[in-house]
Every structure is written in C-alpha cells, then in structure tokens.
C-alpha cells in the first residue's frame, strides 16, 4: 500500500518553454541537441523569441519535478508525492503551483518575491531536445525553507528521496540535510549525474553526496564524463557503473545501484559487482514527438515502482514503460491513465 508523501522529490522547478525550432535557432544560439546548460548573458534574448516567433508549450519542469509528477501519474494515489523548490510570485509561479496541484503532487514552494520564476528553453528539431535553463528563482532555495516545521514534517512522512544532480548548483546544504536523515532513520536516497557540466564543475559536491546516494541514475555521456573527471580511463558504461556502485557509503543499510541509461540501447543497472543489461521498448521513429523528459520519466517509473518495493527488474520495466509514453507527447506531459500492469 503506497502511504501519502512516501516519496519527496526536491529541485529546480522550471517552467518549460517548448517548441520545435530550426537549425538557424539552435546555431544562433549556440545551442547543442542532447545538450542541457545553464543560460549565459548570450541566451538570455531567446527565451522571448521562442514564445513570439514559435508555437511554444508551457509545461511545468525542471528534471526532478518532472521525475515525480510521472511517479506520481503512475502510482495514481493523490499525494503519494510531495516536491520543494523555488518559484517567483509570478504568473510563470501560479502557472507551476497550478500544474504540481491537477498533478497530484504536494508542491511546498517557496516563494521569492525580488526574482521571476524560473524557466528553460526546450529547443526541439528532428525530435531530439536541448535544454537552456535560466534559473532565475530556481537558483534562490535556501535551507531554512527545508527546516520549517511544515516542510521538515515532509522529509519525516517520507521513505525514499529524489533529488537531481541540478540542485547541487543551488542548496547543498538542503541535500545533505536530506542524505544525512535518510542514512540515519535507513530510508533510500537517489540522484541523479544529472548533466555532463554538473560531473565537470561541481565535482566536489557531488562527491560530498554520493556517500549517501542508494540509487544513482544517470544516461551514458554523463557516465563517461563522470568516469574522465575521476581519472578512471575508460568509457565502458558498464565498467563505469559498477566503479559507481562501488564507491564508499555512509549508510551501510542499502548498497548502492546505479542504473544507466543509453537512449534506444540497453539500460545498464550494476550492484553487487555484477552488471545487468535491459533491452528498452523500441520506438518507430514516425512515433517519436520529442525526447525531453525521457530521461526524467523513466525515473519516475522506476520510482513508482520502487517506494512499492517491487524487484529492480519491476522498476527497470517501469522506467522503460513511463520513458516511452513521455517520448510520444510533447515535453513532459502525462497523458490520461497509465496502463502499465
């Protein structure tokens, strides 16, 4: 039985700015596809451009809040999630509190007044994505928020945690506050490499991290880069994961696994020394919409079925399951009912 609040997500929510774009865009702006990157003072103007010259979508994101807005479509009980990050007191902010709420997700914002909400450019061509997030309120979480009697009772309520790699450039005292309980009352903590730049430029916090880390995911660039930035000199996904997995724990409670994947090519999970590989369902290319969120979702399945302590094989098939259904809408939307089974 999946109790309320059983899984807290906590991030950088992003109002998304969807649209399909030409290569004239994405040179312009410098803008690579399967590329995620923080905005410079160079992308700042194309944000306005997306929503004047495209058909653009807004859809609340930001990669955490998108892996548990897909739990929770896929656990289907209201409020098995609950999420926290920063908004601005905006309309972009009323947008996302509007969207976690029909989501079914507890979203426990908190709200800055002097920034505007944050937001990401998802460029589209050929159905492949590449993301420009201007953090804006995002950038602004702040620990005390965490420590309110309200939003810690969150942290209490829940069983296991998901927080991205993305919030290791905001709050690391937040995540380790959040590590370090799960390790101490043996609940199960998950993140994410996130993006190749977060495993180059905030190494240091994120080895802080991953001592705690029970369940790491990542996709196959963020694996080989994470495996350059620690001088292991290989760029074999399944020699990388298992070193992951690996690595030293705070907790001994839970070992660590470490679940990769590898857009149309086998999911890699390695625990235990062992590496396990798991075919994905295939896609007819005329079917594919857009791949933003594939990533997100399939943790999101994988974590639906994970609070239910189904077997890893359950979780993979979930994952794979909530990534195909993602891949065939445009951004991170959910569409009716899951029929997963």
């Known amino acids: 039985m999946v109790s309320e609040g059983i899984l807290l997500g906590m991030g950088n929510p992003l109002l998304d700015i969807s649209a399909v774009v030409d290569d004239d865009f994405l040179q ?63 309309k972009f902010g009323d947008e996302m509190k509007k969207n976690a709420k029909a989501a079914g997700v507890n979203a426990h914002y908190y709200e800055d007044e002097s920034v505007p909400t944050g937001t990401c450019a998802v460029c589209v061509a050929g159905g492949e994505r590449s993301l420009t997030a201007n953090l804006s309120a995002a950038n602004c979480y702040k620990s005390e ?8 009772r969150l942290v209490e309520k829940a069983n296991y945690f998901y927080i991205a790699g993305f919030f290791l450039t905001v709050s690391l005292e937040s995540i380790l506050l959040v590590a370090e309980h799960a390790a101490a009352k043996n609940k199960v903590f998950s993140t994410n490499l996130s993006a190749p730049f977060i495993c180059e430029f905030f190494r240091d916090a994120q080895d802080k991290v991953l001592p705690y880390v029970d369940f790491l995911f990542g996709n196959e660039t963020e694996a080989r880069t994470f495996s350059k930035v620690h001088g292991w000199e290989t760029e074999n996904v399944e020699e990388i994961s298992l070193k992951i997995s690996a690595l030293p724990k705070a907790s001994g409670t839970h070992k660590r696994i470490t679940v990769i994947t590898q857009g149309s090519d086998a999911v890699v999970v390695a625990e235990d020394g062992k590496v396990k590989l798991y075919p994905v369902i295939l896609l007819p290319k005329e079917k594919l919409v857009d791949t933003n969120g594939a990533g997100d979702a399939f943790v999101g399945g994988f974590l639906s079925q994970l609070v239910q302590e189904k077997s890893i094989d359950e979780c993979v098939r979930a994952g794979c399951y909530a990534a195909n259904v993602i891949i065939q809408q445009s951004g991170c939307t959910c569409p009716g009912k899951p029929d997963f089974n």
């Not at 923080?38 to 990669?63: C, F, Q, R, T």
């Open 28 to 90: 312009k702006y410098n803008v690579k596809l399967n590329d995620a990157i923080l905005a410079e003072e160079k992308h700042l103007p194309m944000y306005e451009e997306l929503a004047s010259k495209y058909n653009v979508e807004y859809i609340a994101g930001g990669a955490t809040q998108n892996s548990i807005r897909v739990a929770q479509w896929m656990l289907q009980v209201p409020g098995a999630t609950s999420y926290m990050g920063c908004i601005g007191k905006d």
């Open 145 to 152: 928020h965490l420590r309110r009697p309200e939003n810690w």
